[in-house]
């Protein structure tokens, strides 16, 4: 069955770096556009990120634009998400998602936390 | 503020019928028929319910469903249940640079 687990959330520092994982299995990772949304603790969703299946076409929220990177490996069957420059407001869980159409979230993981704090 | 906009809170009684409000704009909602709706219960993950405004996933209930009219769009359940009683989000590809915006979610609550 499609399964997607994030890892590497955890509690970091204003300004520090932190590097998301989500781990695809159970159909074929280089197939589909893949993204990252967020939700801080009782708020509601908010989209991050986008890539698509080869890697070539990326969107980013205007909130996270120049600090996150979003990348993939196919071979790997992993997506990244490299956050730099980390703020208070970026404390939330993130969730990894298959896109299986346009703008359509099909298939969601668990999601890791991430804390920003001094 | 979300790019879309959803009533804070529904309610309605078990077997009763309530309807979901998603407003946006012609750069969104009302210029294009990518308009999702996800359920999400307690400390779980999203799930999809509909997609493409009105098309349901394999294995959701035919009690769920979506329409658009203009700039807004609406997530209807009919013969409500316990179950039911969740979060549930829009969302909408956008012309913007964003890509897809949600909104800010609805609380149902069944009486």
């Known amino acids: 069955q499609v399964q997607l687990v994030e890892s590497g959330g955890g509690l970091v520092k204003p300004g520090g770096s932190l590097r998301l994982s989500c781990a695809a299995s159970?159909?074929?990772?280089?197939?589909?556009?893949m993204s990252w949304i967020r939700q801080a603790p009782g708020k509601g969703l908010e989209w991050v990120s986008y890539?698509?299946?080869?890697?070539?076409?990326?969107y980013y929220a205007d909130s996270v634009k120049g600090r996150f990177t979003i990348s993939r490996d196919n071979a790997k069957n992993s997506l990244y998400l490299q956050m730099n420059s980390l703020r208070a407001e970026d404390t939330a869980v993130y969730y990894c998602?298959?896109?299986?159409?346009?703008?359509?979230?099909?298939?969601w993981g668990q999601g890791t936390l991430v804390t920003v704090s001094s | 503020q979300s790019a879309l906009t959803q009533p804070a809170s529904v309610s309605g009684s078990p077997g009763q019928s309530i309807t979901i409000s998603c407003t946006g704009t012609?750069?969104?909602?009302?210029?294009?028929?990518?308009v999702s709706w996800y359920q999400q219960h307690p400390g779980k993950a999203p799930k999809l319910m509909i997609y493409?405004?009105?098309n349901r996933p394999s294995g959701v209930s035919n009690r769920f469903s979506g329409s658009k009219s203009g700039n807004t769009a609406s997530l209807t359940i009919s013969g409500l249940q316990a179950e039911d009683e969740a979060d549930y989000y829009c969302?909408?590809?956008?012309?913007?640079?964003?890509?897809?915006?949600f909104g800010g979610g609805t609380k149902l609550t069944v009486l």
């Open positions: 493409d405004v009105s």
């Open positions: 890539i698509s299946s080869s890697g070539s076409t990326i």
């Open positions: 159970g159909f074929t990772f280089s197939d589909y556009y």
């Open positions: 998602a298959r896109a299986g159409l346009v703008a359509t979230l099909d298939c």
């Open positions: 969302s909408s590809y956008t012309s913007s640079s964003t890509y897809v915006v």
């Open positions: 012609s750069s969104d909602v009302g210029g294009y028929n990518y």
